[in-house]
């Protein structure tokens, strides 16, 4: 796999998330027909683990909702507001601890053996992978942020 233009590292926040951002590219990719067929597949909430569907449960929005909104047009910020005003209410702190989940998912935890399958699959060895973050990173063409950097 390659950069995909204009699909955002997993790494990059709207307002205090991040995720967020790289869903909404992945939706509007796809609406314009240039998100390949290996990212259209994982799309929404049809496989739970999956961090779309993730995302859409921590924010407490359907996908559905979610993509029709993102189709109506808005700024990143304008559409998480309209996520917040629609879905749960998420404080500072619940933002901090989903970050912190989600940039750690694959790092000694369930998904690990995972982690490490792909890493494998993708000839991305020795490359200092420890989350499925770093993997997307790495795979798109970008090196994963340095811890306290």
Not at 39 to 67: I, M, W
Not at 112 to 129: F, M, S, V
């Amino acid at each position: 796999m390659t950069a995909i233009p204009g699909l955002r590292s997993p790494y990059a926040r709207v307002g205090p998330l991040v995720y967020f951002g790289r869903m909404l590219d992945k939706i509007r990719l796809h609406a314009a027909g240039r998100l390949p067929a290996e990212y259209a597949a994982n799309l929404g909430e049809h496989r739970p683990g999956l961090f779309d569907a993730r995302c859409c449960r921590f924010l407490g929005v359907p996908y559905a909702d979610l993509v029709d909104r993102v189709r109506a047009g808005g700024t990143d910020e304008e559409i998480l507001a309209w996520a917040n005003s629609r879905g749960l209410a998420r404080t500072d702190e619940d933002c901090a601890v989903w970050n912190s989940h989600m940039t750690r998912v694959g790092w000694r935890d369930d998904l690990t053996a995972r982690l490490q399958q792909r890493i494998r699959e993708y000839a991305c060895e020795n490359r200092g992978i420890e989350t499925m973050f770093d993997l997307i990173e790495a795979d798109e063409g970008r090196e994963p942020p340095q811890v306290g950097g």
